[in-house]
């Protein structure tokens, strides 16, 4: 059973493009976590996604920044116009349908504005 | 809302002597406290979690952390570090048994001296 997967693992994107962040969650799991971290700090909750459905967004930057989880596919975090104040490690977790008791994360993307 | 403290950002110890990771929480409300580790290029792994059951947790590969409520803390430590503990290790808090929403710490890394 594969892990949770994520891709690219490293992003390099130029001031005001766009970075496009992929997250497959483990086989069975239907809930996913985007988390931030930015140098020297730790993990940062953004967005809880269940399929086709957002259900807590409470940490996501208000522009610039979307999360969808598609009936079919992974899950993509969406980062249009980047700004050197984007540059982070994101991760990706995911958990089982049955209620959450714990998280499973990937290795994360590193993203690099330049 | 919850809050994580770890008071060291690098810790080295010599092979064969005990590991010490401090850790201090603030929350609200009875919390779940989590040790996670990741390893160069690999995902998170949980190590080890408290969730209001027996103060004194054992993780995985010789880990152990004791719950004291009285100091607000949730200390990692290990009896005999070994080459393959070098990574960085996050302390983890939710607020709520079971909620999905982790606050982590900014990381302490590990290093071990042969």
């Known amino acids: 059973n594969a892990g949770v997967m994520q891709n690219p693992r490293h992003l390099v994107r130029r001031r005001g493009q766009e970075a496009r962040l992929r997250c497959s969650p483990m086989?069975?799991?239907?809930?996913v976590y985007w988390y931030r971290q930015l140098p020297e700090e730790g993990l940062k909750f953004m967005v809880y996604?269940?399929?086709?459905?957002?259900?807590?967004e409470s940490g996501m930057p208000k522009e610039r920044f979307s999360a969808e989880f598609p009936k079919e596919g992974p899950s993509i975090l969406r980062i249009q116009q980047v700004v050197r104040g984007d540059s982070a490690a994101y991760f990706c977790?995911?958990?089982?349908?049955?209620?959450?008791?714990?998280?499973?994360f990937g290795q994360g993307t590193r993203l690099t504005v330049v | 809302a919850q809050s994580v403290t770890q008071l060291d950002s690098h810790v080295s110890v010599s092979e064969g002597t005990p590991v010490l990771l401090r850790c201090n929480y603030s929350s609200s409300y009875s919390p779940s406290l989590f040790w996670y580790v990741q390893h160069p290029n690999k995902g998170l792994q949980l190590l080890l979690k408290y969730t209001s059951a027996a103060t004194l947790v054992k993780g995985i590969n010789g880990f152990e952390a004791e719950f004291k409520k009285s100091e607000t803390s949730f200390h990692l430590t290990k009896p005999s570090a070994h080459m393959s503990d070098a990574a960085e290790y996050f302390c983890v808090v939710s607020g709520v048994p079971n909620d999905y929403k982790l606050s982590f710490g900014a990381g302490t890394t590990v290093t071990v001296r042969a």
């Open positions: 086989k069975g799991h239907s809930h």
């Open positions: 996604l269940q399929k086709e459905n957002i259900i807590d």
């Open positions: 977790a995911s958990s089982p349908p049955q209620g959450y008791t714990e998280a499973f």
